[in-house]
């Protein structure tokens, strides 16, 4: 069965730099969201996406931004970097937007190590 | 606000021993609640899920956890562990807006001993 395909898997980037993370959800699948795990931490939510158009926001910095666009993939854009952006980066998607109940099912994630 | 608390953030037990990870909720509305596994470098898997109906749930991999209102918890059990069933484990409840989105718990890593 389809995965969720996160790309790149590993990124390397200096401070104040910018990347970009992608994510292509499971077909037919519309909603996206992203997570970010610090080292020895839990996933903590950034932001979602359904139908392509922002559902929800967590604490996600005002460098980020990101969208989902007409084929249901995501970006995550990441401005003047900073130590502390070091972390493993999560998409999920799922069906659709239920909410609570709908299963999300994790890519494989973008670990992203700023020096 | 929810949140999830995740006892223990590691647990050794002998391969053929039970397996209990504890995890405890807070929530003003009915959770829906969820337990993901996280094996080294790779994403979360998710394990089971309790929605409504029936508070005992089974996962993947014989593993099960089960809803208790009353205690607010949620305790994810296998009654015989393997030396594969080591990994991170976590703890989720739907957030209580629409948008479900996630909040975990701390993790617990499983050890498990020849």
């Known amino acids: 069965a389809a995965g969720v395909i996160q790309s790149p898997r590993h990124l390397i980037k200096e401070k104040r730099e910018t990347a970009t993370l992608k994510c292509y959800p499971i077909p037919r699948h519309d909603t996206v969201y992203w997570y970010q795990q610090g080292p020895g931490q839990d996933p903590q939510f950034l932001i979602s996406?359904?139908?392509?158009?922002?559902?929800d926001k967590g604490s996600i910095p005002d460098r980020f931004s990101a969208q989902q666009f007409s084929d249901y993939h995501s970006e995550l854009n990441m401005s003047s970097l900073e130590l502390g952006d070091s972390a493993l980066y999560f998409c999920?998607?799922?069906?659709?937007?239920?909410?609570?109940?709908?299963?999300?099912?994790f890519g494989p994630g973008t670990r992203l190590t700023v020096l | 606000a929810q949140s999830v608390t995740q006892l223990g953030s590691h647990v050794s037990v002998s391969e053929g021993a039970l397996v209990l990870l504890r995890c405890n909720y807070s929530s003003s509305v009915p959770p829906y609640l969820f337990w993901y596994v996280q094996y080294p470098n790779q994403g979360l898997q998710l394990l089971l899920k309790y929605t409504t109906g029936a508070t005992l749930v089974k996962g993947i991999n014989g593993f099960e956890a089960e809803f208790k209102k009353s205690e607010t918890s949620f305790h994810l059990t296998k009654p015989s562990a393997h030396m594969s069933d080591a990994a991170e484990y976590f703890c989720a409840v739907s957030e209580g807006s629409n948008t479900g989105k996630l909040i975990f718990g701390q993790g617990t890593t499983l050890q498990v001993k020849p």
């Open positions: 999920a998607s799922s069906p659709h937007q239920g909410g609570n109940t709908d299963t999300q099912y």
């Open positions: 996406f359904y139908e392509k158009m922002q559902s």
